[in-house]
DNA sequence: TTGTAGGCGTTATCAG
DNA sequence: CTGATAACGCCTACAA
């Protein structure tokens, strides 16, 4: 690939002046200037980022660490990132941590030694104060997404908040027993429980995992043999929906006389399902807005200013499985 | 971040002598590679890569081009070469060309300012003589995934053969009427239709575009108002089938009776749907895999071999829409 | 075993 | 308006 050194020795001219040709500073022959353009363009010139940045100028990378791009909502994410950043330039190099906090680490290390500009992070665990401290001492601004880190700018959506939502949609709907199908430490089902709570039915609320899937089955097989209230069952994320769905449809649940459903994120595919999937949206295209935007501000102003806590509004999409 | 050069002040040696300990090279006395490291690692020293790869060596870089991730399809592709690459040290900047030829362009120019070492990328034209000169007159090494191309390395399944197979499957479930939906150039619809026409139902099978939603569920509208015979449906994609499958429901056309309907690419949430879709699954781990294999290969050996074209069988996953 | 010198492709500064 | 020159962080000779 051609350099500037090279063109320059073509057009007979010094190297700086090719670079101000190419950068469009004032201040060239206009002669001079063609000269160099021609060149350029036959050889199809190419700046070399990497040698710019080198000068403590910017790299114009981002690093964008998610838990796994297969998700269709990070997947969504990633994208409306990827369309945001573009707008200022930036490209972004994707690291697909697997739930997996160990290689988040890594990956953060690796995105250093790429001297990206910053970080976006959709950061594995809920509540880390381990993971503030890593993320403050390191000298890359990092803007977490979806989840509320203390102390670091971050742009979310309030998990306790919309579990409460779901709460009181599930009531309305005249459900009497509730199941949260994921961690049991997470804000969606705290938020989820106390609000139950609050409206009557705090010991009628249950939690099970939901990583296994034969499990999951088998537990469900038990839930739904007992006679008992219509269920309101609110799982971690939408594919864990799916999966529940599939698992009443099988177990001959009907949905949603007997059983409510709803998962979070509110994936595309949920509209065309057979129930259609209810579900939490998170507005992903202004979170990747406002964290992309937020990041940039950040290089500009490393330590200056505190860490800007957004929370977005999530908002409650009713379909046919609630 | 901290550098050679300081670390070299800090520890009284000379800046060789930091890379060489940094690096693993013998020939480095014990109490220096001590003190050396032990100034490295109080300061979390990280390589800057970019400045390593100035000197002609790698950026350990790869180009990664679809056209959008956003499609669960390409997401585990982007998923799998990820991983795939992680294992050569390589990370991945991805571009989503968003089905835009002018912006792939332009990503192959971005992804060379890098000097990435390589690039994948799923290219949008099905039948593109253009696009395989702008690749080949690259410096850059590019394998094509998803899609055939001649004269350039890839690795893709046969569509053409695929579309057959979807055409005997139908058949076979006795369907009398086609409905290809997507692109009529394409490979899939150019195979379906084929093997229909070697099956004795060269007059039954009719194309219309996806695109325009309320258009095609207009179409459908229309097709399925005329008594006709069972309609077996091909998608271009499992996308293209679910928005397909929630137009037959509304329009209360029963599916697999009525209408037969089959997907492409065998996304995740397809075993998920009531009725869980058919659809052609491309074996999207060995492509990865052999994408990323033949790339890295091709790196050695820039010009030397001629492009491998290396066709992956695709294969029918049968459920409860046909 | 260690240090010095040069270069990778740029940009910035300064002199002419 | 243009060209030397130094610098960015690192590596690879080569010299001591």
Redesign the pocket.
């Given at each position: 690939m051609i350099?500037?050194?090279e063109i320059a020795r073509l057009a007979?001219?010094?190297?700086?002046?090719v670079?101000?040709v190419?950068?469009g500073k004032?201040?060239?022959?206009p002669e001079?200037r063609e000269r160099v353009l021609a060149c350029a363009r036959e050889h199809d010139?190419q700046?070399?980022v990497l040698?710019?940045s080198?000068?403590?100028?910017r790299t114009q990378l981002l690093g964008v660490l998610v838990s796994d791009v297969s998700n269709s909502f990070f997947a969504d994410l990633s994208k409306q990132i990827e369309a945001e950043a573009r707008k200022y330039g930036y490209s972004m190099i994707l690291f697909n941590s697997d739930y997996n906090v160990q290689r988040e680490r890594e990956y953060l290390t690796v995105a250093r030694q790429y001297r990206v500009d910053g970080v976006l992070a959709a950061p594995v665990q809920e509540r880390g104060a381990e993971w503030r401290e890593s993320v403050q001492k390191l000298d890359i601004p990092v803007v977490a997404v979806t989840q509320r880190v203390e102390g670091v700018d971050c742009v979310y959506v309030d998990h306790m908040e919309a579990g409460a939502m779901v709460a009181k949609h599930m009531a309305e709907r005249g459900y009497g027993r509730f199941l949260y199908i994921g961690e049991e430490q997470s804000a969606k089902y705290a938020g989820f429980r106390s609000a139950l709570a609050d409206l009557g039915h705090g010991d009628r609320v249950e939690c099970t995992a939901s990583s296994d899937s034969r499990q999951l089955s088998a537990f469900l097989e038990t839930w739904f043999r007992r006679p008992s209230y219509r269920t309101g069952i609110f799982t971690e994320n939408d594919l864990c929906a799916l999966r529940v769905l599939s698992i009443l449809r099988e177990l001959g649940v009907p949905v949603p006389r007997r059983a409510g459903v709803m998962g979070f994120d509110n994936i595309s595919v949920g509209r065309y399902l057979n129930p259609g999937l209810s579900s939490v949206s998170q507005p992903i295209g202004l979170m990747a807005e406002q964290a992309v935007s937020r990041l940039l501000h950040r290089m500009d102003h490393p330590m200056g200013e505190p860490a800007l806590e957004l929370a977005l509004p999530a908002e409650l999409v009713v379909r046919e499985s609630t």
């Open positions: 350099t500037m050194t007979h001219v010094s190297q700086p002046t670079s101000r190419l950068n004032p201040n060239v022959a001079i010139y700046f070399n040698a710019k080198l000068q403590g100028s």
